[in-house]
């Protein structure tokens, strides 16, 4: 996942993505990631405000995302940390194209 020469984390707002450790923080707290969920945020989070279709991130599942509910499954299980440190609207659906990431402020409230 993390190439060499390539920086471990990846930043959006006040969450850090750590590459290596696959965990996701926001101020002092944190939750740890699967390797799945890193991969899918880590492309994501690279990416903010783009779209990605299916077909961009379903690679990125284990097995290429064989089965065609993988990459909902995946995607709803990734919602859970993100829940958790207060980022409930940063992954979001687009109807009929795929999913897109919304870094949060600052200023947006997270949930103690």
């Known amino acids: 996942m993390v190439e060499e020469g390539t920086p ?5 707002g006040p969450l850090r993505l750590d590459l290596i450790a696959y965990r996701l923080r926001r101020d002092s707290r944190s939750q740890e990631l699967t390797l ?3 991969r899918l945020l880590e ?26 509910r993988a990459l909902t499954a995946a995607i709803s299980r990734l919602r859970r940390p993100l829940l958790a ?23 947006d409230p997270a949930i103690s």
């Open 43 to 68: 492309a994501l989070m690279t990416s903010p405000g783009r779209t990605f279709t299916r077909a961009e991130l379903e690679p990125l599942l284990p097995c290429g995302g064989s089965g065609e």
């Open 36 to 38: 799945t969920e890193a």
């Open 8 to 12: 471990p984390f990846v930043d959006c």
């Open 85 to 107: 440190l207060g980022c409930e609207g940063c992954l979001q659906a687009v109807r009929g194209q795929g999913y897109t990431f919304v870094c949060p402020t600052e200023d």
